[in-house]
């Protein structure tokens, strides 16, 4: 995920990506793949099957067109794609008047997996997001084009097991920030990566690497609002007509059944909750279909603009503040966390410690340890340890099983620090064998397929070399000395990254067309606004995008609002806070927007308890 977490050196953090936690969500492994995708046959209209958890999910292979800027759709060049889709659907009858339609998420990436995020997810996002007596939605998400179960995919090694094997290499030769060897191993990696996709697409003008950009994935969202309004008009149309005949052979009477069935809409509008990445698709339709937006919430803002630059260079500004909130959050809990030591006179009595062991691993080398219960044997790394700091970032809370969390973090740092370093044994790499019961990776190309989008959404750098990028990861470092060495591994594939999208667009990123050539905007209308008020939502600690960035992107839409939730982590669901869950309620059910300037606090800081557990009802909040 561009913002999600690094689970291996060129994936974009994927959410997940996202770390999603909390009120609402988890993000573990992606669960067992026991629904055969392959027996549903892509169609060009949503024709859903029971999937998933007995049946409780359902879902669809939709053909959408590969290219959009085809100059003759009716006969196109290269054949369609077949998007997957999953939706949990609404508790109540699509005739029943608080169903409130269809809210599309994206949790991340560029590439997180939406199939996998709702499934995981579905059932907390819809305790937040439904009013029983007034509105019911049905909840959908896909797997972008080129990602995951979405065909064709977006792919270059040979199998997973080849690019595991890479993988460990790249880890065993150190963080960027250990020394110029680890550097140069890191740019000659990068090259390598970008001359393997080169071979592996070769002169194939319809592979889907050319066609997998940020606009193609905001049409996609709009062909499936298009297709859900188009079966859900089939789906009352049938239903009224069940319940018509019902109740011309009942005896007990007439069954209620609205009269008159509500025309088709011609122009459906999107509801929408984007996390990270997906705040930069929601950026994007915005700017290419404002006046298609029923909601939209964008959450744990990135800079599009800085995006749209390949710049990498705002993302970390409040990176430090999440990880001084570790300390902070250690010292105000006293004997409840591992690593407090009466002696301690402040939060920074706990971060020295935990630098001397960093530094320790730094310049002494690794530790071995051993898990003699399964034989196994790892290294623990000064690379190990800081990447796990930066993983628990994302996820104070430790609701995801891809983090431990700042309790366990606490504990396994503070073993170390006793010279336990078996602790760390469960958050150390293992590479999957190629033998008898091996179960292959359900999304064995994310690593390079997320920089299809990234790469050819941002300007054209294939011209920097070696010494722009070692600059940039100066800058980065400076920004934040403890993620800027992790980050700058994301731009540096991009001067390697053979293709171009077909179709980009560079900006300039608004709703308000009128101060400019309605050729910038051929797919929307001269408009000032979008045709509902967006909703940003950012922490005032997020470690990969900082609150400002969420200030900054509602400038540039009119009449949108910015929601402040008080905590650490990536997006509003890294902590639990019973106000900001109200603010996104009564934003989907209602349409309303809290006044500007108000700042949700969090239900409970790590390593709260009891009657000291700060508690936030939301009352108070003011909406307009």
Not at 218 to 232: K, Q, S, W, Y
Not at 578 to 586: A, G, I, K, L, M
Request: with cysteine; hydrophobic share 35%.
């Amino acid at each position: 995920m561009l913002f999600s977490k690094l689970t291996d050196y060129l994936s974009l953090l994927l959410p997940l990506t996202l770390k999603p936690a909390s009120y609402l969500l988890t993000d573990s492994p992606s669960p067992p793949e026991d629904f055969n995708w392959s027996s549903i046959s892509p169609s060009s209209s949503l024709e859903y099957h029971p999937c998933y958890e007995e049946g409780t999910y359902q879902c669809a292979r939709l053909l959408l067109p590969r290219d959009y800027l085809d100059p003759n759709p009716s006969s196109p060049r290269f054949p369609p794609i077949a998007l997957a889709i999953i939706k949990l659907p609404a508790t109540v009858s699509v005739l029943d008047k608080s169903h409130g339609g269809t809210i599309l998420f994206n949790p991340g990436g560029p590439g997180g997996s939406g199939v996998d995020f709702l499934r995981q997810n579905a059932h907390r996002l819809r305790d937040v997001l439904d009013d029983p007596q007034t509105k019911n939605s049905e909840l959908l998400s896909f797997d972008p084009r080129g990602m995951h179960r979405s065909l064709p995919r977006s792919t270059c090694f040979r199998d997973d097991f080849d690019r595991q094997v890479f993988d460990v290499k790249m880890k065993a030769s150190g963080n960027l920030d250990t020394g110029p060897e680890a550097v140069k191993t890191f740019w000659a990696a990068a090259e390598g990566v970008g001359k393997l996709c080169e071979a592996a697409v070769g002169n194939d003008e319809s592979h889907i690497a050319h066609f997998m950009s940020t606009p193609s994935v905001a049409t996609d969202m709009l062909r499936i609002v298009e297709a859900i309004e188009d079966h859900r008009h089939s789906e009352r149309q049938a239903l009224h007509a069940e319940l018509k005949k019902r109740t011309t052979s009942s005896s007990e009477g007439p069954l209620p059944y609205p009269p008159i069935l509500p025309a088709k809409n011609q122009e459906p509008k999107l509801q929408y909750w984007g996390f990270s990445y997906g705040t930069i698709l929601g950026n994007f339709f915005a700017t290419l279909y404002p006046h298609r937006i029923s909601r939209m919430l964008l959450d744990g803002v990135a800079d599009v603009d800085d995006f749209a630059r390949a710049g990498w260079l705002t993302n970390l500004q409040d990176t430090e503040k999440t990880v001084e909130s570790f300390y902070e959050y250690c010292f105000l809990g006293k004997g409840n966390c591992p690593l407090y030591a009466t002696a301690d006179i402040s939060s920074h009595d706990i971060r020295r410690r935990v630098e001397m062991l960093l530094n320790k691993l730094k310049h002494e080398g690794p530790v071995p340890v051993v898990n003699a219960t399964d034989q196994s044997m790892g290294l623990v790394t000064y690379g190990d340890l800081s990447y796990l700091i930066f993983q628990t970032m994302y996820d104070p809370f430790g609701n995801s099983s891809l983090s431990p969390g700042y309790d366990r973090l606490a504990k396994v740092i503070s073993d170390m620090l006793l010279g336990k370093f078996e602790s760390m044994m469960p958050f150390l790499d293992k590479v999957e064998g190629r033998g008898c019961g091996w179960i292959p990776d359900a999304h064995p190309s994310k690593m390079e397929a997320s920089p299809s989008v990234y790469c050819t959404d941002g300007e054209d750098v294939r011209g920097e070399g070696f010494a722009d990028f070692k600059r940039k990861l100066k800058e980065l470092e400076e920004q934040s000395p403890t993620v800027g060495p992790n980050w700058a591994k994301i731009p540096a594939l991009c001067p390697h990254w053979p293709f171009r999208a077909l179709w980009r667009h560079p900006g300039p990123f608004t709703s308000n067309h009128t101060s400019f050539p309605p050729s910038l905007f051929p797919t929307s209308p001269n408009t000032t606004h979008t045709s509902h008020p967006i909703l940003f939502l950012g922490n005032t600690a997020d470690p990969v995008t900082p609150l400002r960035n969420a200030y900054a992107m509602s400038r540039q839409h009119p009449y949108s609002r910015v929601l402040v939730q008080d905590s650490p982590g990536h997006c509003s669901i890294a902590a639990k806070s019973s106000c900001t869950r109200e603010v996104v309620r009564r934003y989907f059910v209602e349409g309303v927007l809290p006044e500007e300037g108000v700042e949700c606090g969090v239900d409970c800081r790590v390593w709260d308890g009891g009657e000291e557990c700060r508690r936030f009802a939301g009352e108070g909040v003011r909406f307009v």
